[in-house]
Structures are given as C-alpha cells and as structure tokens.
C-alpha cells in the first residue's frame, strides 16, 4: 500500500479512474507535459496518451463550457482550473448550463463532469492565488462541492465524483496537499458523496471544518483536550448538497459549536450550517454557535494571510467563549 | 455567397439539392411553417397563453437552411431564436410550445435526442459546440456540431475562446451567425469595428465566410460545404449568415422606441420566403392553388399544434425536484416533502 500525500492521492484517483473507464479525460492548463502546476495530473500524458490527457489554451469559461458539451455527449472530463481565483469565469457555465442541463432536459442531457481546482490560502503564493470562494458554488442547485481534507478522502471522494452522473465541483486544499502522507489502498473505491467525516470524538464541543482548516481545527481540539475538554471535529467535506446528520447529532449532544473556515464570514458556508442548527438544534444549543473564519477583507498578500487565516489559537478563544456558557 | 438574387433570379449554378422539385419544395414549406409557427406563438402570448417568445421573422432561411444542411445524428446547438432549425430536425410544434409556455418538459423532445435545448444566456453555448465536436472527434466518428448564435454573441469571449480552440484543435464544427443586424436595440454597427463578422475567425485560423441568409439556397450549400469539410477532417467554418430581424426582440420589446419602421419595410423585399417564392414560380414548380393549400395545411398543423400544447395536463409542483440529480439527495427530499405538505391548491 503506498503512503502518498494528498496530491498523490489525487494523481493516484485520475489515474485509476482513466484506466477503468476510458471516457474518463483530463484537460485544463499545463496538465499534461508539465503535469499540472501541483503535479496532480503528473505522468498520465505519458500513461494514457495526448488523447485523453489535454493541454487547453488559456480560456477557463471555455474549459467548463467544452466539458459541458464533452459530458452531455457521454465523455466524463476532469478538468482542472489552476487557481480558484481565477475560477470565477467558469461561473456562468456552472451556474447557467452544467448544474441545470438535467434539469432543463428532463434527465435527456445530463452532465457527469469534474472541476478540480487548488484553493485556499497559507502558500505564500501571489495575487489573486489564494481565494476560498467555495460558498459561490454550494449556493448552485444541481451541483455537488466537494472538499477532501486528507489523503485517503481525496482518493475515495475524487472516484466518487468522476463516477457521479452529476457535475461536481472538487475544491482541492493545496496548503496540506503535501502536509502529510497517509497509506492509501490503490483499490478504486469511492467514497460516498453524501456523508461528513468525525475526524475526533468528544463530549463537550463541537468544532466544524473543511479543507486545509482541519488541521488548525485538530490542534485546537489538542489545545482543549489538555485542559480536559473534549471535542467532536468534524469535517463537512461535502458542502452541497449537505447532509447535515453528522453535524446535528453532535450537536445535540455536545449543545455548543464552533465552525471553522477560511472564506470571509459574511455569507460564508458557515452561516448555513449555523442556520441549520438553528432550525434543527435550537432546544440542544447551550451557547450561541461561533464562527471563525477569515475576515470581511480581501485575502492579503502573503506579508498579512497568517493574520486573515483562522489559527488553532483564534478557535480555542471561540471555544472557551462558548464553553462559558452554562 | 448566394444563389438566388432577391427577385429570386439564379444567379450562380443551382448546387444538386436545388434542382430537385421535392427538396426545394421542402425547403420552401419548412420556411413557411416557421413563419406560422412564429405569428401562432405570438398570439398566443398575447393572449397570456405562453412566455415571452422571440420570433424569427425574416430569418427562416438561416434556420431552416441550416438545419437542412445537417445529417440526422450532427447535433444542432441553437440560440433563443432557432425555432425553423428545430423544427426541421424533428421537435415538434408541441414540444416547442410546451417549452415557451414555460415548461421544461418541452426540451425533453422525442427527437433529436442529442441535440441540445435552446440557449438564453448569448454566446453560452458555443463553448458546448466544440465540446460536443471534440467528443465526436475523440471517438472519430464522422459526425459535426453546428452552433448558431446571433451577432451580438460575437461579441462575447465565449465566442473567441470557442472559435480559438476549434481552430487549434481543427474541431468538426461549424458556426453559424444569424446575423440579423440587431442585439435587442443595439445595430450591429455599434457592436463591433469589424468590417464583417466572417473575418472574425480570421484571427482563430479559421475560414470565415458571409452567406446571403435570406437564401435558403445558399445557406444550406455552404452550411452543407463546411460540414463535409468538418467530417473530413477539414476543422471548423465560421459562416456569417446575412439577415434581418423584422420584428421586436421578442413579444417583451417594442422596436420602435430604437428603429423607424422605414429601416424595416426596405428589407421586406430582402425577405426568404417571397425570395423563394419567386423562384418556384418562375421555375414554374409552384402555383396559386399549391401555395394556398400549403398555407392551409401549415396553418392547420399549427392550430392543431397549440391545441394539443393547451390540452397538456400540468405539472405536479414537486416534479421541481425531479432530474435535479440523478438521485434525489436527502436533504433535497425532505424539501419536497414539506412542499407537498404545504402544497395550494390550484387557483
Ligand atoms: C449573456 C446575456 N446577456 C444579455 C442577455 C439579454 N439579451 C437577450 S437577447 C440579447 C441580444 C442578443 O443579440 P444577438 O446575439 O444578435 O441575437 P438576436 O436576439 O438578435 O437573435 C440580449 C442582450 C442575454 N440573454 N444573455
Ligand atoms: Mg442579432
């Protein structure tokens, strides 16, 4: 079994994706000789050949509207957007074609297509690299997010998602796309797309999170646990359509929760998990729900993005603030 | 590129399809029906039996043209004003109706299965043409995808950027614009300082040509000259079909508030369907009593048509949650149970 990182993980799910079904291709920029600018999609040009394995032009609203057409006619593209900053041109035909064509045909086109995409902040990168727009995309009816934090979820749910008949976009966290290794079974099984993930059990807190933010998110719950208090976590995983069970037995148990994620507050996807709990948790609630989450500003250049991104330190202070409640 | 002059006078050699009575005959009836399906739509709106409709008045020839010139499994990716060209590949009236009287159901048509539903958001749809093109080259089937979009779309990137690939890639596509010299009431002079539209595929290394779009005859040789050339092998063809909108945008405009009806009447004797008419009689293929009986039976197939479009029983309001996913998912289901528990009845 090899221990690969979250990257390799990806490259692993591609790979045996292409081989057991050949209508699954790449394309996006620089994934094939170059092997994408993560290396996600590194050695399958040489593996399945230029065919199946395409090198786009620069023209993003292009790469989703052509998988829309590929998908309609029974090919399953896998395309990879560089950067979720510039993913933002995709959104008419995600919004306006790929999340709706079933709809709109009544089940006669439909669109099993991917967009992968690196998102979130913490690298050290440029301008515009670093955005975490993932609540644009779980506000789209018909579509599905989803977000792998580990090595194991990136394998199991990027097969999912290339097998789901329909589009989903897949929000890779690249600041841990190499934090870790884990051992992973090449075996071609998917993980469901309709569950959330208990990454800790605990009795007192719940503590909410996807993406890169799990591992502040773990640190924190250790910060908790050496003063004794314990912590579910929970990774959402898939932001839509949202299973919220996971999340509402948890809560009802533990009565106060914490959601962590990088995207600016105001009308990020934490406000709809706290809306749930709202409307399905109230009489469990001991505290108000917190969010910790970036700032209402633009993601700053590296000098300032560890001040705008939630630490371990900024949730344990929410955590207490909701533990003093009684 | 043209064959028939605006008096209907030959004015290049006739290409094969054209010299045959039945086909130009049912070319000359596909026209017609479009422009009865046109005025049926439009009273039907107007009497707050269907959604806002564009009509396509004095552009039959590039839908229909268009459409004639395609084989049965090409797939047809249209604009909003397609109507002659899905009627011509096999939607029936009904379904079109279904669809602007605002039902969904309506794009589910019996055939052609593959082709796609029409395409609101301008210019959207062409990055889907090439897809569709480069599933079919991929699996290298002798098969093209044909894209029509207005002149305002060619001010899109979704244009540009579908015209660049299809040249790169040499995609078996054509692209079609129904150039009908409007964007709602933006003239086609204020949309671009291109001298044509056509030598907008100069720059994607692609030929670009401009058709007569109110000559079907024309229209459909040189659509059929791009789609030889696309199944060949050959890549893609931008064709600049040259047309006029002679009505309103849609039943939602009033023309008048940007053009003088005097702009208009010039170009009623530009039309395609007197053009054609002219032609058959001249040819003496076509006669009084032929046209009255086809106006009849178009206008009785419409009526019919719309009938059967009125008599199609509703839909269930929870059926909005059908054909989202391929599967309901649960947090989904439970939305539509608290719809059906809280359903009003119908009015
Ligand atoms: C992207 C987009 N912008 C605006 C509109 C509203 N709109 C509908 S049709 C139209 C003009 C389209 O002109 P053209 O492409 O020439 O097609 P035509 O209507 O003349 O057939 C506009 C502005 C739209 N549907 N889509
Ligand atoms: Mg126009």
Redesign the pocket.
Same mark, same amino acid.
């Given at each position: 079994m090899p221990e690969v990182t979250l990257v390799e993980a990806v490259n692993m799910a591609l790979a045996k994706a292409m081989e057991s079904d050949d209508t699954v291709m790449v394309m996006g920029e620089d994934v094939g000789i170059n092997g994408g600018v993560f290396r996600a999609t590194d050695g399958l040009l040489g593996r399945f050949g230029a065919r199946r394995v395409r090198d786009t032009p620069l023209s993003e609203a292009l790469i989703a509207g052509m998988s829309i057409g590929l998908a309609a006619q029974g090919m399953r593209p896998v395309a990879e957007i560089q950067f979720m900053g510039f993913i933002h041109p995709i959104i008419?035909q995600v919004v306006n074609h790929a999340s709706r064509l079933r709809y709109r045909t009544r089940g006669r086109l439909t669109c099993p297509m991917v967009l992968r995409c690196p998102f979130g902040g913490g690298i050290h990168a440029p301008e515009h690299h670093s955005e975490s727009t993932e609540a644009m995309f779980a506000h789209i009816p018909g579509l599905r997010v989803v977000i792998p934090s580990s090595p194991s979820r990136a394998y199991g749910l990027l097969l999912a998602a290339i097998a789901d008949p329909d589009p989903v976009v897949f929000l890779e966290p690249k600041r841990i796309y190499r934090a870790k290794r884990e051992l992973v079974e090449d075996d071609g099984k998917p993980i469901p797309l309709d569950c959330s993930f208990v990454l800790r059990r605990g009795e007192d807190l719940t503590l909410i999170t996807w993406g890169a933010m799990v591992a502040e998110t773990i640190e924190a719950s250790e910060i908790l646990a050496a003063d004794g208090v314990t912590c579910d976590v929970i990774d959402v995983g898939i932001l839509n359509p949202l299973g919220p069970n996971a999340i509402l037995d948890s809560v009802s148990k533990t009565g106060r929760c914490v959601i962590v994620h990088e995207a600016p507050l105001t009308g990020g996807y934490g406000g709809e998990i706290a809306a749930q709990l709202a409307e399905h948790a109230m009489m469990s609630l001991l505290a108000p729900v917190i969010r910790v989450t970036g700032f209402d500003s633009v993601m700053p250049l590296p000098k300032l993005e560890r001040h705008y991104m939630p630490t371990a330190n900024r949730i344990v202070s929410a955590a207490r603030k909701t533990l003093a409640y009684s | 590129m043209q064959v028939l002059d605006e008096n209907g006078a030959v004015v290049k050699a006739l290409p094969e399809f054209a010299k045959e009575r039945t086909q130009i005959i049912e070319l000359y009836r596909a026209m017609v029906l479009n422009r009865a399906f046109d005025a049926k739509a439009i009273a039907l709106q107007r009497t707050g039996r269907l959604g806002t409709y564009?009509s396509s008045l004095g552009?039959e020839a590039v839908a229909v043209g268009t459409a004639a010139a395609m084989a049965e499994d090409d797939v047809l990716l249209p %604009?909003?004003?397609g109507h002659g060209s899905q009627l011509w590949r096999g939607v029936t009236m009904v379904e079109l109706f279904q669809f602007w009287g605002g039902d969904e159901r309506g794009n589910d048509f019996a055939r052609p299965r593959q082709d796609f539903p029409v395409c609101?958001? $301008?210019? %959207?749809h062409i990055p889907h043409a090439v897809g569709v093109a480069l599933a079919m080259q991929m699996r290298g089937e002798r098969r093209a995808a044909v894209c029509i979009?207005?002149?305002?779309?060619?001010s899109?990137g979704d244009f540009y950027e579908a015209l660049n690939i299809a040249g790169v890639w040499n995609l078996p596509v054509v692209f079609v614009i129904? /150039? /009908?010299q409007?964007?709602?009431s $933006?003239p086609r002079s204020a949309q671009t300082a291109a001298e044509t539209l056509a030598q907008k595929a100069i720059a994607a290394g692609l030929p670009g040509i401009q058709v007569d779009g109110n000559d079907v005859v024309a229209m459909r040789y040189s659509v059929e000259q791009a789609l030889d050339r696309a199944r060949a092998d050959g890549g893609a063809t931008l064709i600049e079909a040259l047309t006029y909108?002679m009505g309103d945008?849609?039943t939602a405009d009033d023309a008048s508030r940007y053009r003088d009806d005097a702009d208009v009447s010039h170009h009623w004797k530009l039309e395609p369907v007197a053009r054609l008419r002219s032609y058959l009689q001249q040819a003496g293929l076509w006669t009084r009593e032929d046209e009255e009986s086809l106006l009849k039976e178009c206008a009785k197939d419409v009526e019919s048509a719309a009938q059967a479009y009125l008599d199609i029983p509703g839909r269930s309001p929870e059926s909005i949650f059908d054909h989202l996913y391929y599967s309901l998912p649960a947090p989904l289901a439970a939305q539509r149970s608290a719809m059906l528990a809280e359903q009003i009845p119908d009015a």
């Open positions: 008419d | 564009a552009q %604009s909003f004003r609101i958001p $301008v210019a %959207s979009f207005g002149d305002g779309a060619t899109k129904n /150039n /009908n409007w964007a709602i $933006v909108r945008h849609t």
